[in-house]
């Protein structure tokens, strides 16, 4: 929100330098982006007009007016040039003397000719040597006025556009001033100004207005606030006759009023209100629309404005104002000449025959105010701004007054803000207010107050503040306090301090974010601490008892899961949990009869492709690898995040799952041998073998399994204790391709991290490293071809025993030695006790448990 400076001033006396606001304004809640200097220079000196930023503040811009180069001057004849006809040569008095001076600005040429004026012009006049914008370069180029002759006359100075002076874009024409500009006098003491970019946070938005940053000023500054004058003159024939208001839904529309002003005048509105207007950014239209305009700025209370005349040829008769919900079908034609489909939430304003605007955010073009328009119904109203804020984001409607109606607006401002473009627009528009306004109040807002203990103000902030001090700060801000009465003390001598006094603090009428119970309490002291200043809270540590140390066994368990697959080279991804029913939909190859199951539905999704929350986390990874397809012909990606399983609750469940992908070469190019043979099914086993251990599981169990999302033959299922927990294997080369990796393996595994929760120990045996040598040995078996490796190992060391250490499969052998239907698995074997040296003939003895639990439990032949 831009605030001019000059128009904070109207309403708080204080004499700190401009950066010094800006900085108690921001330590207070209120940030200011930028400040932005109309013809005066900033404190540091920068005057080149362009932007610079001062690391201990906000960034800064704007072209300060050389006090003696750039003056007002008074033109009081407009005389042709002699050799252009588009040229045209002003008498201009600068308050030292008279001066010749060349132009071409086109709201001149009206005067050209007339002789001297019997109102005399007030221009921006700039001497030789001043320093501007040139208007007829695109964007902020700096010039200094030279001395020069244009088609045969001299020019030594200008008369200025707003464009040169930096006040706007505008250079169509020279800026006009009001008649009372004294001639002579220094720009920058007239017309120069600072102006305020402010950030309105959520819990600021009763400042977005200039009444509300003046309010901030003041209780920083300890001045006084001098809000405008809310009292109107209303003389006109009564309303109340003519208009009725009905609100259907209160707890939409909690107040509704509206005001009458007959025989207005449509016209330009004055020239101080349309220098605001244009300086807190918005445009000039009409003096009407430039009054709800200007009293919003200053109230934070949107206005609208209806032709009344409009009004009542609808109704036949008096008028009746309806607010509700749109009917099914309900259209709408806006100001901006849009055609509106209206959603079923969405507010209006109606009457018997239809709808007349969107409450809260823009008004429809059949009741708008025109050039013809004689009467007005202004209208000053809350709405609750869940609704405002909705309808903003379904239409694509945002607006200045759906801005601070989507944030809250006090039902207390509407009256007021009414009350004040009333007068206005009888002072400056030449109307007459009625002597009543309808005021339609179904569900009042409650007066809020709040106890708030000085102990507690002490606890929170850890400093005590003085009574007095507190209070002042609170009043200063327009709440209202009293001290209550302090509980009895149990003993008569003990001494009552001021920690013991409670205050009772009434929340002014403009506040809607004051809580009440513990929570106001907490409120107020922020109110109070941003006020008294943090920057004045020394450090302390904290006096209150530490809460009881618990530890979070989920959390901790995730973390451990995360840093181990870290270590193993895969790189954390953290995906969206939106998606589309048909994004997951893509992990099955055409054909393939794909799940239709049941997703927890957004009421309100941003977008269609993220409409309900996931049930797939491989799917979001697998998303991610496509997106990094182009880029990389190496991807190890792993995500452990929820998923969202709907059930029987309102809310879905929220299990944990993992999602591994791998693709390309198993090592990145390297000025060392690298190995770029792809990655496998095997690659990927191992990482989650590797991953278990290191979560102190036991070893898990990898079987052959079946999954239309897996190449067949290429799929398997994983077991821990016998509890499955999870699939792994290559992708079927059809959803590959649909993931941007056609021709090449995707190896993928999804995990349910829940299943594997109860199997994860707290605490678990660490057993120490021998330091007796092992014995180490080969064996071949020939098993048949579909006895899985992972059943004869599991064989080999349980009938070693303890004393297998390791068992690896290094080698897998089919051909005619092995016979037709058989395979030969050799393994690498370690024997090794923790407190000797192992014989040969100890040796030997495994050898033979081992190879008779082969023969004996799985038929196989040890090959001699």
């Known amino acids: 929100m831009r605030v001019p400076l000059s128009w904070l001033k109207e309403y708080v006396d204080f004499d700190l330098a401009p950066e010094e606001l800006a900085k108690r304004l921001t330590f207070a809640g209120l940030e200011v982006e930028e400040i932005e200097y109309i013809g005066l220079a900033p404190r540091n000196g920068h005057i080149d007009g362009l932007p610079h930023t001062d690391v201990s503040g906000p960034k800064a811009k704007g072209l300060a007016w050389d006090r003696s180069h750039i003056v007002v001057g008074r033109v009081f004849e407009v005389m042709p040039h002699p050799n252009a006809d588009r040229l045209v040569l002003c008498q201009l008095d600068d308050g030292l003397t008279i001066h010749t001076v060349l132009t071409g600005a086109p709201n001149l040429f009206p005067y050209k000719g007339k002789g001297p004026l019997a109102r005399p012009l007030k221009v921006a006049y700039a001497r030789e040597g001043a320093t501007l914008y040139d208007g007829h370069k695109p964007g ?40 009372d500009a004294p001639a002579g006098m220094p720009l920058a003491e007239y017309l120069g100004d600072v102006i305020f970019t402010v950030k309105i946070n959520p819990n600021m938005a009763r400042n977005a207005c200039v009444l509300g940053v003046a309010r901030e000023a003041a209780a920083l ?181 759906a801005f601070r109606m989507s944030r809250g607006v006090h039902p207390s401002v509407a009256m007021r803000g009414l009350t004040r473009a009333a007068e206005l627009m009888r002072t400056l528009g030449g109307g007459t207010i009625a002597r009543d306004i309808v005021d339609a109040y179904p569900k009042k807002a409650p007066i809020v107050r709040v106890d708030l203990p000085l102990r507690e103000v002490r606890r929170l902030l850890g400093i005590s503040i003085p009574l007095k001090k507190t209070a002042q700060i609170l009043e200063s801000l327009e709440f209202s306090c009293r001290v209550k009465e302090s509980a009895p003390r149990r003993k008569r001598r003990e001494k009552v301090t001021e920690e013991d006094v409670t205050l009772q603090v009434t929340v002014p009428d403009h506040r809607l974010d004051i809580g009440t119970g513990v929570i106001g309490q907490a409120d107020l002291i922020e109110e109070i601490a941003r006020i008294y200043g943090y920057d004045r809270i ?102 452990l995040g929820t998923v969202y399983i709907p059930g029987e609750d309102p809310l879905p469940a929220e299990p944990v799952h993992l999602a591994v992908v791998l693709a390309g070469p198993r090592t990145d190019p390297d000025w060392q041998t690298a190995d770029r043979a792809p990655m496998d099914f095997f690659d990927l086993k191992g990482i989650l073998e590797a991953w278990i251990a290191g979560l102190h599981v036991p070893p898990a169990v990898f079987e052959s399994a079946s999954d239309p999302r897996f190449h067949p033959g290429r799929c398997a299922s994983i077991t821990v204790n016998g509890a499955a927990i999870g699939l792994m294997g290559q992708l079927h080369p059809q959803t590959a391709a649909r993931y941007e990796w056609a021709g090449r393996d995707l190896l993928a595994a999804e995990i349910n991290f829940e299943a594997l929760r109860p199997h994860l120990l707290q605490r678990y045996a660490v057993a120490p490293i021998s330091d007796y040598p092992p014995v180490l040995e080969d064996l071949a078996v020939v098993v048949a071809e579909d006895m899985p490796a992972e059943r004869v190992i599991q064989t080999i060391r349980t009938a070693g025993g303890d004393i297998v250490r390791r068992v690896r499969l290094f080698d897998v052998y089919r051909g005619e030695q092995a016979g037709a239907g058989m395979k030969s698995l050799a393994f690498s074997l370690a024997y090794q006790a923790p407190d000797r040296t192992l014989s040969s003939a100890e040796a030997a003895e495994i050898r033979t448990r081992i190879i008779n639990a082969l023969e004996k439990d799985l038929g196989g032949k040890v090959r001699r």
């Open 140 to 179: 902020q180029v700096l010039a200094t006025l030279a001395r020069m002759k244009i088609r045969g006359v001299e020019s030594y100075s200008m008369i200025c556009s707003e464009k040169e002076l930096g006040i706007s874009d505008a250079h169509e024409g020279v800026m006009i001033l009001p008649d």
């Open 221 to 401: 500054t300890g001045r006084k606030l001098r809000p405008p004058s809310f009292e109107m003159k209303a003389e006109g024939p009564p309303l109340r006759k003519l208009l009725k208001i009905r609100i259907e839904r209160p707890e939409l529309n909690p107040r509704f009023a509206a005001a009458l002003i007959r025989n207005v005048k449509i016209g330009p509105s004055p020239e101080w209100m349309q220098r605001r207007l244009t300086r807190a950014g918005m445009r000039p239209i009409n003096n009407i629309v430039d009054i709800t305009n200007y009293v919003m700025l200053e109230t934070g209370e949107p206005l609208h404005a209806f032709d009344w005349d409009s009004l009542s040829a609808r109704a036949g008769g008096p008028v009746t104002i309806i607010t509700r919900t749109a009917k099914p079908g309900e259209t709408l034609v806006t100001l901006d000449g849009v055609d509106r489909q209206l959603d079923d939430f969405t507010i209006l304003v109606c009457d018997e025959k239809g709808a007349l605007s969107i409450a809260g955010v823009m008004g429809g073009a059949d009741t708008e105010v025109r050039d013809g328009t004689t009467n007005i119904l202004l209208e000053g109203a809350s709405w609750d701004f869940i609704t405002i804020r909705r309808t903003v984001d379904a239409q694509k409607l945002p607006s200045e007054a």
């Open 538 to 639: 020394p450090e302390a540590q904290i006096s209150d008892l530490l809460p009881k140390q618990r530890g979070n066994p989920a959390l901790e368990q995730e973390e451990a899961a995360r840093d181990i697959l870290a270590n193993l080279g895969l790189q954390e991804v953290l995906t969206y949990h939106l998606t589309a029913p048909e994004r997951e939909a893509a992990l099955y190859p055409p054909g393939a009869a794909a799940p239709a199951p049941a997703y927890t539905r957004l009421a309100n999704p941003i977008v269609p492709e993220r409409s309900v929350m996931r049930r797939s986390i491989l799917a979001s990874v697998l998303e991610t690898a496509s997106r990094n397809a182009a880029h990389t012909d190496r991807i190890a990606l792993f995500e």
